[in-house]
């Protein structure tokens, strides 16, 4: 377990922890991004969250996969798993290919945890170890139709680079413009 404050750790993911990964993003991500997908993002889940999905990306060189685990208290004991949080170093940034670039690869956390600062403390995580490892900048993509995280970056001092586009076949158009956002550090 890796401590981020009081109230919040964040746990490796293994091999043998798919099932529960998956589980845990069939329970959080639809609230959050199923009006984006025709099929509710059914196979956004099916296709990234499978055991061999999972067996890949463990394998990926200095990239770190972590679940999030929240509790309210500090008096309580239990922790919660509240989301996913996935980080690699030395991941080439397009637009600066020159430059030591740390991403932020994923990160999704439980609806019902928003406005609990939890987004900013991993966040202030990714970039205290790219920091700390040497990087000169950080990133990562946001969704262009996605306000509340383009807004929640952009606080954070993250600004706009290109603009790609994704060609998952069952995301509505409207969500395929994807943004690189970056950071110097």
């Known amino acids: ?5 009081d109230h919040l750790v964040l746990q490796p993911i293994t091999l043998e922890d798919q099932p529960a990964l998956y589980e845990l993003m069939k329970r959080i ?4 991004y199923k009006h984006f997908w025709l099929d509710q993002g059914n196979w956004y889940i099916n296709n990234l969250y499978t ?11 200095e990239s770190y996969y972590y ?12 922790y919660s798993t509240i989301g996913i949080f ?10 600066q290919p020159d ?27 990714a970039q205290t170890r790219a920091q700390e490892t040497g990087h000169q900048l950080i990133w990562l993509d946001a969704m262009d139709q996605h306000p509340q995280a383009m807004n ?19 995301l509505h158009d409207i969500y395929k413009p994807m943004w690189y956002l970056y950071k110097h550090l």
């Open 67 to 78: 679940f999030v685990r929240f509790r309210e208290s500090i008096h309580s004991k239990e």
């Open 152 to 170: 929640f970056y952009n606080s954070l001092g993250y600004i706009k680079g290109g603009l790609q586009h994704l060609d998952f076949e069952l």
């Open 1 to 5: 377990m890796i401590p981020i404050s």
């Open 99 to 125: 430059t030591s670039s740390f991403k932020v690869h994923r990160i999704y956390l439980d609806t019902s945890t928003q406005g609990k600062g939890i987004g900013r403390q991993l966040m202030h995580y």
């Open 29 to 32: 991500y639809p609230p959050a």
């Open 51 to 61: 055991l061999e999905n999972l067996k890949k990306e463990l394998q990926e060189k």
């Open 86 to 95: 996935k980080i690699i170093e030395n991941c080439l940034y397009p637009e």
